[in-house]
């Protein structure tokens, strides 16, 4: 039985891996901590951690996290304590003997100036795009320490690196959030709070040209991948855990898929005035599909109208964080209600 670690645990993918693993049976025991819990950025912090637990295995989620508003402003904080949480938590799970650690990178790490599709061999082949490069510096190098901690040591640590993430529990700070969190709020916002105005006269605005190309996963997805690296996954190479490039799609297709979700009748604009960041980061998912040809993806449409009406619990409190349990429940209900949990196939 192993005993797992997952960083980060109270955040989206954490809840996520909570969700399915409330879903299905599991010999395993999995323990979920938050900032609450230790100081990653602190060394003390994380080995008292290590000790109280003993895990394993580790999932190592914990990160500064934010949109790229956030991150264009905040480059070197988002370096050195992403630096110093990598550091502490590879280094202690060394000491610990852990018996595999699996680390959460991003498709945004990999270089601004490159061809596409992009895959696991190019993540340092170029300077990633300037509105995020603090954040992906110190994502790159965890795959540098994963393979030095193999060469000089044995380690089994290896790294995952999954597009874009959405779903329940997501974060709907507007000074943080990431791009459909950020839509969920501002529609729920101008449906439920602007009363100025007829529905079918209200206009929601885009931010950017909404022409930026994105591929995106839902939460749920990516938990049960997660679950399949823990188990079969053996190599310390990164994977990419992507939906398919056939699924990319438009920040404006977004916005009106958010729209649909919420019965919006009003009407869409971009802002051209504000920044779209990097335009395009097609990811090949073909490594992913070598190993396990018949995944299915949550249709996105469907992720979507599932992530709206998980975060009204949120939204209606205004609150963008909640008590943890209370929502795991709605959102568990939730999906059971609409279908949306399945298992790897």
């Known amino acids: 039985m192993k005993k797992v670690l997952v960083t980060g645990g109270s955040g989206l993918v954490g809840n996520a891996i909570k ?50 508003f956030h991150n264009m402003n905040n480059n070197l904080d988002f370096l050195r304590k992403n630096m110093q949480i990598n550091d502490n938590v590879l280094q202690t799970a060394y000491e610990h003997g852990c018996i595999k650690v699996i680390s959460c990178l991003s498709t945004c790490i990999f270089p601004d100036k490159t061809s ?45 690196i999954p597009c874009n993430i959405f779903g329940p529990h997501d974060n709907y700070r507007p000074e943080v959030s990431h791009v459909i969190p950020g839509m969920i709020n501002r529609m729920y916002q101008l449906i439920y709070e602007e009363k100025s105005l ?24 990516l938990a049960k991948l997660i679950m399949w690296v823990l188990d079969n996954y053996d190599s310390v190479d990164p994977l990419i855990l992507s939906v398919d490039e056939e699924n990319e799609v438009t920040i404006f297709e977004v916005a009106k898929a958010v729209a649909k979700a919420f019965d919006f009748k009003g009407k869409l ?47 209606r409190s205004g609150r963008v964080c909640m008590d943890a349990d209370f929502l795991c429940y709605w959102c568990n209900f939730m999906l059971g209600v609409m279908g949306i949990l399945t298992k790897v196939s």
């Open 198 to 221: 007829p529905d079918n006269e209200k206009v929601f605005v885009v931010y950017g040209s909404g022409k930026p190309l994105r591929q995106f996963i839902y939460s749920l997805d």
């Open 19 to 68: 969700t399915v693993i409330n879903g299905e049976s599991s010999e395993d025991e999995w323990i979920f901590v938050a900032s609450k819990d230790a100081d990653l950025t602190d060394n003390n912090s994380t080995r008292a951690l290590f000790d109280r637990i003993k895990p394993t295995h580790v999932v190592h989620l914990a990160a500064m996290v934010g949109g790229l």
């Open 116 to 160: 596409y599709p992009i895959d696991e061999t190019m993540v340092h082949d170029g300077a990633p795009h300037p509105s995020n490069y603090g954040y992906s510096y110190a994502k790159r190098l965890i795959d540098v320490l994963n393979h030095a901690y193999h060469d000089k040591h044995g380690c089994l640590f290896t790294s995952i």
């Open 269 to 315: 604009i971009c802002d051209t005035s504000k920044a779209d960041g990097q335009y395009k980061k097609t990811a090949s998912n073909k490594k992913l599909r070598s190993l396990l040809p018949n995944f299915k993806f949550s249709a996105f449409e469907d992720a979507i109208d599932a992530s709206v009406k998980c975060s009204f619990p949120q939204l």
